[in-house]
């Protein structure tokens, strides 16, 4: 297998964009991805795309990426469209880096484009219910019927399956996650809330992200209850939006920079049914990243991970081994994932403030580590513009308690 | 890039399974390829799964690889969800080829999964209609309702766009690229009558074919109209089913079977805006798959290619370099493409007869040839046993006149 590099990357601010179709979204990313790497349309072999819903929301179920390309002018080059629910971006990610891995093309695009804002925000969660079993689903549908929860208004979607009218039944996933951390470990709904402190002030900083505003640990904790123990300003939102990256060989990024930067680890994994104490996917994905790059948790200089809840964060640090397990609480209260902590997670903001248009999500959290790696994210750069070593982590839908799909990438300069 | 070997493959019959899921489906397909090659799960080591529509007709419109696989038992191997409208499992196949091809795993399963049959016909009907771009669609079905035609009771899909009750848009297409063949090279409804009796003939001897009846060329210019010149049996019909087949490197290969058959050309392209007189992408594709397998169209011992209609097929002779633009006729009216002729096409009964649940169809066709190319085809067999080059032609949605994704697959024994 070749080197790859990732040479350019490109995205549109995530947000509510009900004037623009996927056309005009994916369109922004790809553009402004192809001007960052300095290539042009007929420089791009193939390209891979990931979306997850536009079939329920926009109609578009079939072709999307030559729907969203074709006018472009790429010609006749291999398109693919990926699914892997929230992990849709990131498995078209780890395609092109196939693609050119295998020494088949040089230079190849994945793109991750999404809309989830409808009129009716229903069909919005209802879309995004369709990332777990079906049949699960409505034995789930009638559970949360029969306890008729609500939820406040910012809608809450985190990736996760779509019940009631302004809220997503994944984040009875993440809270019941939650409250067996909570139970287990001693970890405190202040610790999830510090979370979201973080996102948000990173967010804040971030020029792509849907929500700019900065909380202090009261408000998130006094923002409207979703499920115990996630508030509203824990969960993610749902959004629109798109990003795209640019990844060649060897050879070809030479030409093209002076900075490539390298995929060095593209793990792509499945959900299982797992032994009593085996690790989840998230752990056992990212041990086969770290043995492939040759590289230990404690030398990631810049994390992008799933935060489809805040608590999911701070699960994650345990899992992708920044820490022992039981001691996630203890990384957010030492301060050491922020940005000027040891090891920065979401820098972006994450889901949770950058926002999650779940099929773009994957590409956006590779974009960022990127855009870090190169030292150009301004406000919110971390390691004064030295970070070596990148980390993303993308997981998607949900079976039996396991993402459905997960994804680990490791990037390095 | 790797020797990559087809050493098995299993499908289901194509028909109308009111009382089965999508997971019933694959698991028949998945479970048959693996015996087929003498595989157990432990050996598979990825998995590629195509579907276009299974959102729109099942609900589930994430996950649907992992929702159809986990249960098998697969471990926490790599999943993928690929979609190229009614290319979607032949792109599954050229990743699963891919991943092997690139040196990055020795045995990868690829399927295609479809339902297509609801309770509700026009359901169906509406869900293949999203194979082009949308905002074509609206335009078509103002158009079509404009002109108020209907057609008869047999559902004709054909890959095709869904706008009455009883047929598809896609139609629409076929019967305007049919006139005008008809009209620029002479060909002639008896011609696009005679290829359906070759496929209901074909389809009469293939047990997994959804449509066993054997028809005259009066029954096929005698069944209801749908756009002139097709007729219902001249249009390929909705239909559910899966098919599967195991991938493997050289050495695991040799390790499993006597008689690999093995994948000499792999291509996927897309449909672009054609310059006056350029070629379309089936031509453009099969050229780059005759070159990298180094075969000419006349060593090809047998065909599966893509008839959503019978004049279809016609053409795609010409456009695969059977034989000569306008040639097409000639070829059916002397028995060429017979099963017992020189170039045996649609030995199955192709999508006409045998059935086209559209994300199932590229890797039916694939396992057709597999099999034929093993001389396992009884009835239907092409060549005595003999074959040694097979080639599958698999095209998906629709822009602007060419179809949206087309692959191209050459295996050899």
């Known amino acids: 297998m070749r080197k790859v590099a990732v040479v350019g990357a490109g995205m ?32 791009i072999e193939a390209a891979m795309v990931g979306n997850a819903v536009a ?14 390309l074709r006018e472009m002018g790429f010609g006749d ?5 990926t699914e892997n629910a929230c992990a849709s971006s990131s498995t078209a990610f780890h395609l092109a880096w196939l693609y050119v891995a295998s020494g088949m093309y040089d ?46 208004e910012k809608p809450a979607a985190g990736g996760g399956a779509g019940a009631g009218e302004k809220r997503s039944m994944f984040m009875d ?45 009261e408000d998130i904790l006094n923002s409207p209850m979703v499920a115990e123990p996630l508030t509203r300003l824990m969960c993610s939102p749902i959004g629109d939006g798109a990003a795209a990256l640019v990844l060649c060989s060897e050879e070809k990024a030479r030409q093209l920079t002076t900075k490539p930067v390298w995929v060095t680890a593209s793990i792509l994994g499945t959900g299982k049914d797992r032994a009593p104490g085996e690790p989840g996917v998230t752990t056992r994905m990212a041990e086969k ?11 990631v200089d810049v994390v992008e991970l799933h935060d489809a809840s805040s608590p999911a964060e701070l699960m994650e640090y ?11 609480g203890r990384l957010i209260e030492e301060g050491i994932t922020e940005i000027t902590g040891k ?21 956006a959290q590779l974009t960022e580590v990127f855009w870090q790696l190169r030292g150009q994210c301004g406000d919110r750069q971390v390691k004064g513009g030295n970070a070596k070593i990148g980390l993303t982590q993308n997981a998607g839908g949900m079976m039996r308690g396991e993402p459905a799909a997960c994804t680990i990438h490791i990037l390095e300069r």
């Open 107 to 152: 230079c190849v695009l994945a793109l991750g484009v999404e809309k989830l804002y409808h009129e009716d925000k229903r069909r919005s969660f209802q879309a995004i219910g369709s990332a777990v079993d079906m049949t699960m689903v409505q034995e789930l549908l009638k559970a949360t019927a029969a306890r008729g929860v609500s939820a406040g």
């Open 12 to 43: 549109t601010r995530f947000g509510k964009y009900m004037d623009k179709t996927i056309k005009d979204l994916g369109r922004e990313a790809v553009e402004a991805a192809m001007k960052d790497a300095g290539v042009d349309k007929s420089q």
């Open 173 to 217: 996933f993440y809270a019941a996650g939650a409250r067996e951390h909570m139970k287990r470990y001693g970890s405190t709904a202040v610790q999830f809330a510090k979370v979201a402190v973080k996102s948000h002030k990173n967010a804040s900083l971030n020029p792509y992200a849907q929500y700019r505003e900065t909380y202090s640990v």
């Open 343 to 363: 090891t920065p997670v979401n820098p972006s903001g994450g889901l949770l403030s950058k926002g999650h248009p779940i099929g773009a999500t994957g590409c």
């Open 289 to 299: 990243a770290y043995k492939l790059a040759g590289v230990s948790p404690q030398d």
């Open 55 to 68: 079939g329920l929301i926009t109609g578009q179920e079939m072709i999307k990426a030559q729907v969203v």
């Open 318 to 328: 345990e899992e992708l081994g920044l820490c022992k397990l039981g001691e996630g």
């Open 77 to 81: 080059i291999p398109m693919v469209n």
